[in-house]
Structure formats: structure tokens, C-alpha cells
């Protein structure tokens, strides 16, 4: 091994490759030497050297390979559940949604807006559900918070195991009872012989006849208009324990509720209650079904029948039914936030009931 292989070979050995012209040379001129027949030791040596050689100049030449970038990890995409329940009115457009009746239950991950009739909310990483009627949302949180807006409570955060329930309010002047509505009915069919005579109206509701039927209605009726309601419902209960299929049933059950709508409300509903099952199909059965609408809602505690019954009256053929139909109906839309119903509600009563003091409200 000559010197420029001497250097070659160490400088393999020390890391350190030598220039590749030389060791190309080297390689060269020690392949000639082999081919004309040297010692097998001398062999090895160089068929190592050239090995070696071959290993260095590859390193040396060879671009670095870089390893791979790990891939990106893109996390899946979190979905808000929506359970809706039977009935519910509901849309979504993407992380907004609208519940216009029925129930929603809701679980969300990443912020959401909920609005409701009466009130708004927004939920990030939360449960909870909602039900929403006619005259109320309730909203019960299950997890997280929810900021929860309305007009009608202001801004309120509702926490996990609270419950908040909106209620809306009907105006106060609509819950006074028009003096129309609280008037006895004259009766539709014959009156007493006896006109107003009261000895002679007394003595003939003794019987058992239609007379007696007649007299004993009179008899309430000139109560009532004397202001003596306890005396005018005394009459009446007793002409429906008598003659509770009588003539005169429909027109004697209108008033007797009528008496006592400010007497005592709750009986007054349930005689109503009684009323529509038995003549609520009567042609003169709607000045009775508003009073018991106006009881459902604002005594009875179920202000969504009372408004449906409103909305149900409003095809009234009576001017008198319809026009205080139109009103209320107005009222619970306002209360609802339907501001552009209650305005329609209230333009239609301008034009069907111009002279309805309704109108002066």
C-alpha cells in the first residue's frame, strides 16, 4: 500500500473522507494491480479499502433525506344533539335555533342560540331543555350555564338544576270583564204572565209547569237587576236542581255564571266548564264561551286554552262575540311577542266592531 492509499485508508478510518479524485485514483490503480495476480492478503486489503472508499464518497455525495413531518391531527367535528318531542315546531340553521312550540331538548358542545316566543338563549357546553307554549317557556338547565334574555325577566343566567319559567303577561285592562258580558240575558222565549209583579211571580214558581219555569227564571233576573246577586244565584241554582233539562236550562246555566264570575270565579269556571259539554253548541252559547276563555286564562290557570278559545271565537257570526274575540286575541299575540298579529288582530276589530270600546283602549 503506497502513501496516497495509506492516507486514503486512514482518513476513512478517522470519519473524515479524502478527496474523491485521489480515492478514485487509488481504487483504480490498486484494480489494475489485482488484475495482474497479487498476494490474496493484498487482495483483501484493497477489495476493503475500495469498499470503504466506495461507502465514503456515497455519504459524501448522496443528498440528506429529511424524515417525514408527522401528519396534522384535524379533530373530528363536534355536533350539537337536538332531541325534539312530539309536536315540537322547531328549525335550525347552523348553530341557531328556532322553537316556536313543544319541547326541545339540547346538547351542545359549542355555543348555540335558542329563541323562543318569549325569551332568547345562548349555551356553550351545556343541556338543557326547553318547553314552550302559548303563554310560557320553561327552561331548565341540566349542565353548564345559559344566558338567558326576555322582555319580560330581563337578562338572567340559569345554572345546572335551576329552572326558570317566562310567563307572558296579559295587559290589565284586558282582564276587566266588559258590562255586557256580566249582564243576565233576557230570555229568548216567552216570559211570565206575571211580568214584574213578584207575589204573583213567586206563587207560580211553585209548579212544576213551563209557567213555573218562566216565573222562577223572572224571578232571578229581577234579583239581578236589583244588584242582588246572592238572591239572583240562590233562584237560578234552584230552577237547574229542579228542571235541570228545562226550557229555560241554556239561558238559566248563562246567567247563573254570569252571577257568579264575580261571586266566586272558580265555581264560575266550572259551571262554564259545565256548560260547554252540555250547550256548547247552542246558537246563544258564545257571549257563556267568552266568559269561560276569560276564565281559563286569567282564573283557570291555562292561558293557552283560554287564548285558543279566544282565536276559535273570532269566526263569530255575533258582532258583540266577535269583537271582544278579536281584542283578547290581540292581547294574548302581544303577550306572545307577535307584535304584527296583535296589530293585525286589533285593525280587524277597527273594522268589524267600530263602535266596541274596545276600540278606546
Known sequence: ??????DAA?????????????????????????????????????????????????????????????ARVVAAPVETRIEPGPGAEWSRDGRAITLARGRLRVTSPVKVTVTTPLATLEAKGARFTLD?????????????????????????VVRAGERLVVEAQIDAAARVLPAALLRAPEPTG?????????????????????AAQLALFDLGLAASLRGDREQATQLWRQYLTRFPDGALAPEVSGALIRALVVADPVEALAQAERYHARFGAEPSAGGVELLRAHLLRDVGGRPEDG????????????????????YQSAMCRQAQGDVAGSAARLDELRRVAPESERNAR
Open 307 to 326: 287564548c285558543a278559545l279566544f282565536e276559535a271565537l273570532t269566526a263569530q257570526r255575533s258582532i258583540a262575540v266577535r269583537g271582544e274575540a278579536l
Open 132 to 156: 314552550v307554549a302559548a303563554q310560557h317557556v320553561v327552561i331548565s338547565a341540566e349542565m353548564g350555564e345559559l344566558l338567558v334574555r326576555s322582555q319580560l325577566t330581563g337578562e338572567r
Open 190 to 210: 216567552p216570559r211570565s204572565a206575571c211580568g214584574a209583579e213578584l207575589d204573583c211571580l213567586t206563587r207560580t214558581a211553585k209548579g212544576d209547569t213551563l
Open 10 to 70: 486512514l482518513g476513512l478510518l478517522r470519519g473524515t473522507p479524502p478527496p474523491l479524485r485521489e480515492t478514485e485514483n487509488a481504487i483504480w490503480r490498486r484494480a489494475q494491480a489485482t488484475a495482474q495476480g497479487p498476494s490474496p492478503v493484498r487482495q483483501v486489503a484493497v477489495f476493503a479499502l475500495a469498499t470503504a472508499a466506495g461507502i465514503g464518497a456515497v455519504l459524501t455525495v448522496a443528498p440528506l433525506v429529511r424524515a417525514p413531518a408527522p
Open 1 to 6: 500500500m503506497n502513501d496516497t492509499e495509506l
